[in-house]
């Protein structure tokens, strides 16, 4: 749909909209009660350089959901646009999503997986309300990248890859402030 948006609200017209700001895939790990837990996400974000934050929202209706709310700290995997098949894995509810993945315990015993682009160690911070979903603030305690892989993107409800041609490194530093 293109256009627009205007009375009634349309939830549908609403999330396609959403869907035009593209983002990278997350996979945000915690130790659970048991069985360790696992999610895929495209909420996460940066918040605060000092302390450093960052944030990501899971829905309320998420089988999971206690397992996140009583978790001490996650690991947040940026992937790879190698990892496509793994996003779908913890995309999936009610499903074996660990069956066959190797892992390493990190911090507060939240599951550390291999092949991301960038890896964010952190303890639980804060969660406040947000509507259908809560919102999760991490403090980052120990964090690695790998940029020698590319990120996975995410937008208009698909995968992408970046383009390597069209980098505009003549513009980027701005001269501002962010
Ligand atoms: C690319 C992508 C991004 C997603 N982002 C989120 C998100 O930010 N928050 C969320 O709650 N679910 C998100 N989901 C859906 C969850 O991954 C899915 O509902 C979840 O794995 C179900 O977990 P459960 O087994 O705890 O119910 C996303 C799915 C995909 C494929």
């Known amino acids: 749909m293109t256009g627009r948006h205007t009375e009634p609200f349309d939830p549908g017209a609403f999330r396609n909209c959403l869907g035009q700001f593209p983002t990278g895939v997350c996979i945000v790990t915690a130790k659970g009660e048991g069985e360790p837990v696992g999610m895929t996400i495209s909420s996460f974000n940066s918040l605060s350089l000092d302390p450093p934050l960052v944030l990501f929202s899971i829905g309320r209706n998420a089988q999971s959901l206690p397992a996140w709310e009583a978790a001490p700290g ?12 793994l996003s779908n894995r913890f995309a999936r509810a009610a499903s074996n999503k660990w069956e066959g993945v190797a892992y390493t315990a990190g911090l507060h015993d939240a599951p550390l997986l291999a092949g991301a682009v960038a890896v964010m160690e952190c303890a639980a911070h804060a969660c406040h309300d947000g509507g259908d979903h809560l919102l ?8 690695r990248v790998h940029a020698d892989r590319n990120p996975l993107v995410f937008c208009r409800g698909r995968y992408r890859e970046l383009g390597t041609t069209n980098e505009r490194a003549d513009l980027w530093p701005l001269d501002i402030h962010y």
């Not at 996650?74 to 098949?85: E, F, G, R």
């Not at 999760?136 to 964090?143: M, S, T, W």
């Open 136 to 143: 999760f603030i991490a403090r980052v305690e120990r964090f």
């Open 74 to 85: 996650y690991a947040l995997h940026v992937l790879s646009q190698s990892q496509d098949d």
